[in-house]
């Protein structure tokens, strides 16, 4: 019998044609029933024509389906992927305006920092929906795989409180595996890692090659590198004073730690702006997610003419979704970095964490290694960043203010740029802005409001951040469409959830 496969936020272009396209790449998997699913109906449309096209084209005898009716879409499933982005890109530039007011640049938001959790408290809620759709109507042995942010903690909700055993997938640690291999000047499948931390702080604790440490020549290799050397500054004096190299890319990076962009006047001499946004552009994810929304919209007629992918090994990019229902389905064994549990595979991280670490995928499902301790100073980044996480988590099930606030006055960029009294006007902001995607608030929120009628604003400052592109026009974008049709797909890989859909409003 065909294997069914529900896509929830499958309103999003690139990411979900990829994950069709590398499922159905696999001869035994050509069969698979896919259920898309989205509260965006034009989005959702759109992307079922595209997908029902490349299945057609391709000769394969997969079905795909797309409704409104989310548990109808989960029903039966062996598998479900959860992209969405709750609240849209509305809610997005909120994470983002908002804290510049009190001097957080951000260059993505959608991790960690004020950004990130906030994005937290608007995803949290609706994964827990979509565990309980799961657990009542979906196929015995269900597997959830989140490619949402904030990976670490929406994973760690789903599992905590969403009764569904949820495996959080990010494909940043493969990226730095082929800088690595770069600059080494080493074919890639020549090396061995080991890679271990936390999504988006995730370290390579062990590189290899033939049984030969290659940790200690990562440093020099990366310096005079002619093009890393430049966009990855931040990356490279993490690995000169750490020791490790880190899997998030620069501008990621500079967000999660209190070093590189706590003065506004210091944050260019970190970052690269003269390539990708990724690199630590103030707001770049938020602007290059803009213009591939507005881009999409208006050039679907021509993806649509345009010819279909070819599913072929080739072609099938290096997402881990596809991987493990491979391996699941087949019992051939595949190896991957997964965000679980942590139950003991890094030592000196917290047991009910969730961690980023090996594993190896089979019939008989996944299983996980003992890493063992990370590295003290990785270790001590990592568990910053875990507290947070923590109480962002429970601040998100419970509509704890409190402890919203305590979590955003431990963010280590947050603190490092303001005082105790501007993160609490800060989040009583970011709620009022945000009511209407925050329901567990309701009650905190109409406080809120009222406190910042009566309070002195402490959130003056007027900038649109230290280094801030323009958001291009459409006009602007038509003069090189392939380019346009390229970006699409690369920000939503980039950042796993570019053109998702909004939760409904309550």
Not at 326 to 348: D, L
Not at 377 to 402: F, Y
């Amino acid at each position: 019998m065909a294997i069914k496969v529900a896509m929830i936020g499958a309103g999003s272009v690139g990411f979900t044609r990829t994950l069709v396209k590398d499922i159905l790449t696999v001869p035994e998997l050509a069969d698979t029933r896919f259920a898309l699913t989205d509260i965006n109906k034009r989005n959702l449309d759109m992307v079922h024509q595209l997908i029902k096209k490349d299945i057609e084209a391709n000769r394969k005898p997969a079905k795909v389906s797309a409704t409104l009716n989310r548990r109808k879409a989960v029903e039966g499933a062996d598998y479900v992927f959860s992209m969405v982005r709750v609240g849209g890109l509305e809610a997005f530039k909120t994470d983002i305006d908002i804290p510049l007011k009190y001097g957080v640049d951000q260059c993505v938001g959608d991790t960690l920092c004020a950004g990130g959790i906030m994005y937290a408290q608007r995803t949290i809620p609706a994964l827990l929906d979509f565990c309980k759709d799961i657990r009542e109507v979906a196929a015995p042995g269900v597997v959830f795989m989140n490619y949402a942010n904030p990976m670490a903690m929406n994973t760690w909700a789903c599992n905590t409180y969403g009764g569904v055993r949820t495996i959080g997938l990010c494909h940043g640690v493969h990226g730095g595996c082929c800088q690595i291999a770069d600059v080494l000047k080493i074919p890639l499948d020549e090396l061995d890692f080991i890679v271990a931390g936390i999504n988006h702080q995730t370290w390579y604790i062990s590189v290899k090659h033939r049984g030969k440490d290659m940790t200690g020549k990562l440093l020099p290799a990366f310096e005079k590198h002619p093009v890393y050397s430049k966009r990855e500054k931040v990356r490279i004096d993490m690995l000169r004073r750490f020791g490790y190299y880190t899997t998030e890319s620069n501008g990621h990076v500079s967000e999660y730690v209190p070093w590189y962009r706590k003065r506004s006047r210091e944050i260019r001499k970190w970052i690269d702006l003269n390539s990708s946004w990724i690199n630590g552009e103030t707001g770049g994810y938020l602007r290059v997610c803009t213009e591939s929304r507005n881009w999409f919209e208006t050039d679907f007629p021509n993806w649509l003419k345009a010819p279909s992918p070819e599913y072929t090994p080739a072609n099938r990019s290096k997402e881990h979704g596809s991987y493990i229902i491979e391996a699941m389905a087949t019992g051939r064994v595949y190896r991957g970095h997964f965000n679980v549990v942590n139950h003991g595979c890094i030592t000196n991280l917290p047991e009910d964490c969730v961690v980023e670490a090996p594993g190896y995928v089979d019939g008989n499902g996944m299983s996980t290694p003992i890493v063992g301790a990370l590295p003290l100073a990785c270790a001590a980044t990592c568990n910053a960043s875990i507290q947070v996480q923590r109480m962002g988590v429970e601040a998100a099930v419970h509509g704890d203010v409190m402890l919203l606030k305590q979590a955003m006055l431990h963010d280590p960029l947050t603190a490092a740029v303001c005082d105790p009294p501007e993160i609490w006007q800060l989040v009583d902001e970011m709620l009022v802005a945000q009511a209407q995607w925050l329901p567990q608030y309701k009650r905190e929120i109409a406080k809120a409001g009222k406190r910042l009628a009566n309070e002195k604003r402490l959130g003056t400052k007027s900038t649109r951040g230290a280094a801030r592109k323009e958001t291009r026009k459409l006009s602007q974008m038509r003069r090189d469409a392939k380019a346009a049709r390229a970006m699409v797909a690369a920000a939503e890989k980039a950042g796993k959830d570019a053109v998702k859909s909004r939760r409904k409003k309550r």
